[in-house]
Structure formats: structure tokens, C-alpha cells
């Protein structure tokens, strides 16, 4: 089956710690994208990827950083910076940048 | 720029009564228009999407939204309510010229029995 998976579904880490999220597609698509969100804040645009090894900051790209060197793999770094990182975390792909996105389950994340 | 606005953030109806989820987007250039559905501690699902054909676009699990130029508007609606269809739904909007797509701030439906 075609899909876009995340792991782990449940991530605790300590304060001052970086963290990675996994995001892997087998869709074949060319744009990935990382939204965080927050209760009652919607959708949130971290940083997105067109094409391997090119990569754009969304709206809130501080305190984050992400890597594209293989079309299927899209991973987050949440690193200390992140004044705030507790949240949850959505992986989405399209074929087109244009065209309608695929979430895998998401990711969330405690920092205590 | 591409915008998009969700009027009213909570939604609540009787199961079997009309849903309606309002949108309104703001774009310079033709734009593509999408609904999500999010479940609880789920990843969005595509309910249905505007793609300059039909400016009538059914959705899967009965929903259907209505493409207005003239209103800048992209409501969803469903004839009847289902217990299952208690969810948040996103609008988004997308434009050739961008790399991403705009997201709603969400409307979470709640069905009453």
C-alpha cells in the first residue's frame, strides 16, 4: 500500500535535547511538507521541499531544520532552540506543489 | 498572496440536519481549493477538491462544496448529519505560482444524537 508513514507516534524527550521525526512516502511525490500544530491553532508551516536536496522555511521554521537527500525521506529536527517544541507534528506530501497534500498519522511530541 | 478564512470555529448540529462549514479565500490567480478532515490524534484525510473543472465538487462520505467566484467562497455542506462526521475540517487553498498550500485555522463539527 502507498502511503506516507511517521514514526514513533509518541516521542518524550527532555528539555535542551534535539529530537528527529521520521517522514518516509512511497508515493513517488515530489513536494513533502512538516506542519506543527497546537490546539485551537490550526495547521502551521514549518518547512517544505519541491524537489531532493531543496528545501524552503514555512512560517515558523525557528528553532527547526530538515534535510530532503532521498525524494521518499523528509525528516524534522526539533533542536533545543525551539523555544517551545510540545506539539503535534504532521508530515504531508503532493505530487504537484499545487495539488492536494497526504498526511501520514503524525507525531507527538512531549519535551519536559 | 493566498488566504483562506473559516467562519466559525465550532459547529454543532443534530444528526440528520444540515451541515454547513463556511470558506471564504482570497487569491490573485485562479486557485485550487481543498476540504481535510481530521479525526482525533489522526493525520488530514482530502474530503474534496476544486481544480478549475466543475464548480460543484462531491466529496466521499456524502460531502459536497460549491466553487463561488463571485462570493470568494468554498462551503461545505452535507444534507444530513451522521454521528461518524464529528471531526474538524480544514479549507485550504493553492495557487500554481506557490510552493504550498494555505490552511483554515479549522472548524471542529459536533453532531448531537
Known amino acids: 500500500d502507498g502511503g506516507i508513514t511517521q514514526s514513533p507516534k509518541y516521542l518524550f524527550r527532555k528539555e535542551g535535547q534535539n529530537v528527529t521525526l521520521s517522514c518516509e512516502q512511497n508515493l513517488n511525490h515530489d513536494a513533502m511538507y512538516w506542519y506543527r500544530q497546537d490546539p485551537g491553532q490550526g495547521l502551521r508551516l514549518i518547512y517544505y521541499?519541491?524537489?531532493?536536496?531543496?528545501?524552503q522555511k514555512g512560517d515558523i521554521a525557528e528553532g527547526y531544520s530538515v534535510s530532503r537527500e532521498k525524494k521518499e525521506s523528509f525528516p524534522l529536527t526539533v533542536t533545543s532552540a525551539q523555544k517551545n517544541p510540545t506539539a503535534f507534528y504532521l508530515c504531508?506530501?503532493?505530487?504537484?506543489?499545487?495539488?492536494?497534500?497526504?498526511f501520514g498519522p503524525g507525531t507527538r511530541l512531549t519535551v519536559t | 498572496a493566498q488566504s483562506v478564512t473559516q467562519l466559525g470555529s465550532h459547529v454543532s448540529v443534530s444528526e440528520g440536519a444540515l451541515v454547513l462549514l463556511r470558506c471564504n479565500y482570497s487569491s490573485s490567480v485562479p486557485p485550487y481549493l481543498f476540504w481535510y478532515v481530521q479525526y482525533p490524534n489522526q493525520g488530514l484525510q482530502l474530503l474534496l477538491k476544486y481544480t478549475s473543472a466543475a464548480t460543484l465538487v462531491k466529496g466521499i462520505n456524502g460531502f459536497e462544496a460549491e466553487f463561488k467566484k463571485s462570493e470568494t467562497s468554498f462551503h461545505l455542506t452535507k444534507p444530513s448529519a451522521h454521528m461518524s462526521d464529528a471531526a474538524e475540517y480544514f479549507c485550504a487553498v493553492s495557487v500554481d505560482n506557490a510552493g504550498k498550500s494555505t490552511f483554515g485555522d479549522g472548524t471542529t463539527l459536533t453532531v448531537k444524537p
Open positions: 521541499s519541491q524537489i531532493v536536496n531543496d528545501f
Open positions: 504531508a506530501s503532493s505530487m504537484k506543489r499545487f495539488y492536494e497534500q497526504y
